[in-house]
């Protein structure tokens, strides 16, 4: 694996490069649902480059950013076990030198509902971020977790604005064989946290099984119920059209995502799942 820290090493090795380039962008923290991405970016004999920025502009709350975990050592021995092709590994002056035009993007419904809601200038952070690798590494393709489906709502978005060429791929969840969806945030669990956040995925599918036999708004309480025995703050638990993200009050026969963020402790957690609307009467 090759690490480039610098823009300009960087492209200047991507300019002899004839194949599929697929892009994994991350904040480090390395899982497996991380080297998930990397295990399909790397079909087709694309080459795959991953890049690992802590980006401050996508975090509102800077308590956050500081207890972000930092495990840049473990990370490139993980993707060096996962063959990844090259890391990108750059210094917030290399993202962000002075005078680099910062631009500010309209993304309507998005930036005011759910994440948009509860964290805001948070997709302005990412979009702004995304973009600048987007314009550095030039992909032609763009892998994202399904985990944080706002997010890929909001990069589809971004590309349709800035007239991209670049394809978003987003790869279901991965989850622990107790349900809890991966994230780098898991780490910050205490052991008694760690064994009530699997309650969420539970409680997400409580919500899927029952949608033929009891409203939304009863399941939606019952949902906050069941999760504060756990210890777990709901911040919301919204249901929406798969496509725009426009909030429902009920099922229909349109696909839909069941959103999910909350607090156990200290640590932030979201969730979703997605619920065919073939299934529901
Ligand atoms: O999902 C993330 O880890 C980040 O939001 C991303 C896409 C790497 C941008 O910083």
Do not use: W
């Not at 990844?84 to 509902?113: M, R």
């Not at 978005?157 to 978003?168: A, E, G, P, Y």
């Amino acid at each position: 694996m090759k690490i480039f820290k610098t823009v300009k090493s960087l492209q200047n090795y991507l300019a002899s490069k004839k194949e599929i380039i697929n892009f994994v962008p991350t904040m480090g923290a390395l899982h497996a649902g991380h080297i998930k991405l990397i295990s399909e970016a790397q079909k087709n004999n694309a080459l795959v480059v991953c890049s690992i920025f802590i980006n401050p502009k996508q975090f509102n709350d800077p308590g956050d950013l500081k207890k972000y975990p930092v495990t840049t050592e473990s990370d490139i021995d993980k993707l060096y076990h996962a063959e990844c092709d090259i890391l990108f590994l750059p210094d917030t002056q290399e993202i962000y030198p002075s005078g680099l035009e910062i631009a500010k993007y309209d993304l309507g419904n998005l930036n005011e509902i759910l994440e948009g809601k509860f964290r805001s200038g948070h997709f302005q952070g990412v979009c702004i971020v995304v973009n600048r690798l987007l314009s550095i590494i030039k992909p032609n393709n763009l892998f994202l977790g399904q985990k944080d489906y706002q997010q890929c709502a909001v990069i589809n978005k971004l590309l349709q604005i800035t007239n991209s060429n670049c394809k978003l791929i987003i790869i279901p969840t991965q989850r622990e064989k107790d349900g809890l969806a991966m994230s780098s945030r898991n780490v910050r669990l205490t052991e008694i946290e760690r064994n009530e956040a699997p309650e969420i995925y539970k409680q997400l599918k409580i919500i899927e099984n029952l949608r033929n036999k009891v409203s939304l708004s009863k399941l939606k309480e019952e949902f906050i119920e069941a999760l504060q025995q756990k210890n777990i703050q709901t911040e919301y638990i919204e249901l929406a059209d798969a496509d725009d993200l426009h909030l429902k009050n009920n099922f229909d026969d349109k696909d839909s995502v069941l959103l999910f963020a909350g607090y156990l402790g200290g640590v932030r957690l979201i969730d979703n799942i997605i619920i065919n609307g073939h299934h529901v009467n």
